[in-house]
């Protein structure tokens, strides 16, 4: 979770399960369900459709050490082959810590332990986590399958490459999105836009193949107009509705605006998108009281589309990414 959303994050899971869930903080951005929690298939399930918005990863404590007194490569391997189901051929190792490092000094460890027992080890894209977090004091050590992790990057904690084709940080919003949701745009679809300036999205949504209708007042990144493939549209979403009469497979909506008028001008939308319509939406903000402003806008949403989840993602900050689809 957020260093900003922990507080919202254990909301989110004693309204799921109830006031008796003890929940300790570990870290900044890190919590452990202590008593009376969930099954972690439950509470990835409730992650997983956006009753629970505010949590990014997920993993399931094995041990916790003293930094002084972590245990040398082969005890920690087989502290970990202990719980698995069977002998793997591979795992992924995931180490983050408090701070700015990457706990590489751990990840070599336990590549080690697990390396002299035949077994393959790499950073994601396994059936098992290995999580292993280090703040200044304590090392924990955690498994979990990627099914139930939410994220398959250490802590939730995306990193996607920074490059000269970029025209917004905003980029990296959708990409988390689409990556983190394994999400599928259709071959050669007609997408839109919404709040389209400078670009980032469009450009996002060309490299996927669709051709953009991309509606702002404002001017794109001159990259991004001088593509054959992009349509921009200088007005404002309401005045495009008034006069569009195009259907589109995607829309998404980056715009800077309240919760409730931010999903308002989705369901605008909706006479203008093919029945299962892909939806993307970041609800930016939400002051005090972040997720009772999320859930009225997502009660917004559901009266014309159907929410498929909710969370807030890394790059998002103090934002909520939405997946949906049209009726």
């Known amino acids: 979770m957020a260093t900003d959303s922990y507080d919202v994050a254990v909301r989110e899971i004693r309204d799921e399960f109830g006031p008796r869930v003890k929940i300790e903080r570990v870290s900044g951005d890190l919590g452990r369900i202590a008593e009376h929690g969930p099954p972690i298939e439950e509470l990835a399930a409730a992650c997983g459709v956006g009753r629970i918005m505010f949590i990014r990863h997920l993993t399931a404590e094995l041990a916790s050490f003293p930094v002084s007194e972590v245990p040398p490569a082969h005890e920690l391997t087989e502290l970990i082959l202990a719980e698995l189901p069977r002998h793997p051929r591979a795992l992924a190792v995931q180490t983050w810590t408090d701070g700015a490092s990457s706990g590489g000094s751990y990840y070599h460890l336990l590549e080690e332990g697990l390396g002299a027992r035949g077994i393959e080890v790499s950073r994601a894209g396994?059936?098992?986590?290995?999580?292993?977090?280090a703040s200044k004091k304590n090392v924990l050590i955690g498994l979990n399958r990627l099914e139930h992790s939410l994220s398959d990057w250490p802590g939730g904690r995306m990193r996607l490459a920074r490059s000269d084709e970029r025209v917004s940080r905003s980029e990296f919003k959708l990409e988390e999105a689409l990556q983190t949701f394994d999400l599928r745009l259709p071959d050669g679809g007609k997408a839109l836009d919404l709040g389209a300036s400078p670009g980032g999205w469009t450009r996002i949504l060309r490299q996927h193949g669709q051709e953009v209708w991309s509606v702002d007042p404002g001017e794109l990144d001159r990259r991004v107009a001088a593509d054959r493939g992009v349509h921009h549209v200088a007005t404002t979403a309401g005045e495009f509705f008034r006069r569009n009469q195009l259907r589109f497979d995607v829309v998404v909506n980056d715009m800077r605006m309240d919760q409730i008028l931010s999903a308002r001008?989705?369901?605008?939308?909706?006479p203008?998108?093919?029945?299962?319509?892909l939806a993307i939406v970041t609800l930016k903000g939400g002051g005090r009281n972040p997720i009772d402003a999320a859930r009225r806008a997502l009660d917004v949403l559901h009266k014309q589309y159907d929410v498929l989840t909710a969370r807030q993602l890394h790059h998002n900050?103090?934002?909520l990414t939405v997946i949906a689809q049209a009726r």
Do not use: I, K, P, T
Request: hydrophobic share 50%; with cysteine; aromatic share 8%.
């Open 265 to 270: 001008v989705m369901v605008d939308a909706v």
């Open 317 to 319: 900050r103090n934002e």
């Open 272 to 277: 203008h998108l093919r029945r299962g319509a």
């Open 126 to 133: 396994q059936e098992f986590v290995v999580s292993c977090f």
